[in-house]
Structure formats: structure tokens, C-alpha cells
């Protein structure tokens, strides 16, 4: 297969993940699936937009760039009809670079919300608070802790359920990239397989 139709399946792959990742962050602004009363009852992490910026919208750029490089023009360059395929390919590994980097953000910021729970309303200490009650605990495999939750409900779930596809996405597009900076490497140095003006692929 040719590097530039590698990256336009690499591109296509990406854009339903990119997608994905948008309403996860978007429905994270609703806790247990209801409207928050109050912007300080959702996660701080949430804040950090994780899946609408890094693996959202820094994620399309790259695989706008990855959808192009197939029908990229190569013509006319100095003379040579295969350096301007080589040129996007380099310029593929930058856009992949930005496209690691994004999801890479998401990826953190999703692990750190995991890690640390969701706010809801608890009593823990007597007091009813919306705070987050799971700082410092191991509160992943003590599930019954989950119960000191008493609104949203659900919110333990909600929370890590879509954080979860936040992560699993982010890693998806972390390693979707990094291969992309290696297929552009190969376009760079070896050229495209595919002719160019016409040419047809061999």
C-alpha cells in the first residue's frame, strides 16, 4: 500500500474518534446524564476539556492533513514530480506530532480524573457536601464506597465510564500518529509508491 493511502485510512480512522471523544467530554458536563444546578457540582477535569481540545479539535487538523496527502499534487516541484509528495509526508509528521501531542493531553487528563473520582453530593464526615469524597482512597476496587454518593446517581459509573473511552480513545490516537511519523518517514526518504501525474501505482 501506498504512504499516502495508508495515511487517508489512518485519517478516516481518526475522524470518528476525534468524534467520539467530543461528546464524551460534552456529556461529561452532565453528570449522571442530568444538567448540573451548579457549575462547581462537575469534575474539575472535565473543565480541562480534555476530549473537546486534545483528542477533539487538535486531532482534526491532523487528519485532515492524512485525508489529503492520496490526492496531494506532487507536479512541479524544481523539476521533480516526487519531491512534492515527499514534502507532505514530511509535513504529515508535524501534523502527526500535534495529533500525539492533543491526544497525549487527553490521555493525562482522563488517567488524573480516574484517578481522583467525581464530585457528587455525600455526607462523609457528617457534613452533606458537593465535594469529591474519593480523594486519596482506593475507591476503584471498593465499589461499596461508591454508595457514599447520593446524587447525581450513577455519577461514580458516568464518570468513570466515559473518562474510560476518553483514555482508551486518546491511547488509539497516540499510537495511530506515532505510526503516521513513521509512514511519513518512509514517504520522505523512499518517496510514495503511487505515480505521480497520472502515474499509476506499482
Known sequence: MCSGSFAKCLGITLIPLSIVCLLCNILLFFPGGKPASDK??????????GGILGSGMLMIFPALVFLGLKNNDCCGCCGNESCGRRFAMLSSILFAAVGVVGAGYSVIVSAVAINHGPKCKNNVGGNITWDNPFLGSDYLSNTTSWSVCLEPENAVSWHLGLFSVLLVMGLIQVALCAVQVVNGLLGCLCGDCCGCCGGVSI
Not at 462547581?40 to 476539556?49: A, L, P
Request: no cysteine.
Open 40 to 49: 462547581d457540582h462537575i469534575t474539575n477535569e472535565v473543565w480541562y476539556f
